[in-house]
């Protein structure tokens, strides 16, 4: 069964960063989240342009490299669906790990902390924990 709507577009036009490039990484997140699954229909360049008041070839350039990458395939006259998902069983909604990570972030915000700080901290635990494996990719 088919569905249909199951990600809503956000396009920060004061990120710097390339529109087309949110779209495709706010589709790989929701498909790493499990938010969309193989064989769903992402919103149409009709849809996302009203939705959004973008150009629809800024639409079409994400989903065609979203369909480069293999994770979506568009379907002349149906649309473009998801063809694989980036889903593992530690991101599930109810994996031990992200249940953890929640936690942390409530005890995080109940500390005082804003959203900016949270982020900075992850980024710099993320950017530390992978170290190391960017250091023996090198050797």
């Known amino acids: 069964m088919e569905r249909c709507g199951v990600i809503e577009f956000r396009i920060d036009r004061r990120s710097g960063v390339a529109t087309y490039l949110q779209i495709v990484q706010q589709v790989k997140h929701a498909l790493r989240l499990g938010l969309l ?6 919103p149409t360049a009709k849809e996302v342009v009203a939705a959004t008041a973008i150009n629809p070839n800024t639409v079409l ?3 065609q490299e ?6 979506v395939e568009s379907r002349p006259g149906l649309g473009t669906f998801v063809s694989r998902s980036l889903a593992t069983p530690a991101t599930a909604e109810d994996a031990p790990l992200r249940t953890g990570l929640e936690k942390w972030v409530t005890a995080a915000r109940s500390a005082g902390l804003a959203r900016e700080d949270v982020e900075a901290l992850v980024k710099d635990a993320i950017d530390r924990g992978f170290s190391s494996e960017r250091r023996s990719d090198i050797n």
């Open 37 to 42: 699954e193989q064989g769903d229909r992402l």
């Open 61 to 63: 350039r994400a989903y």
């Open 66 to 71: 979203l369909g480069r990458e293999g994770l």
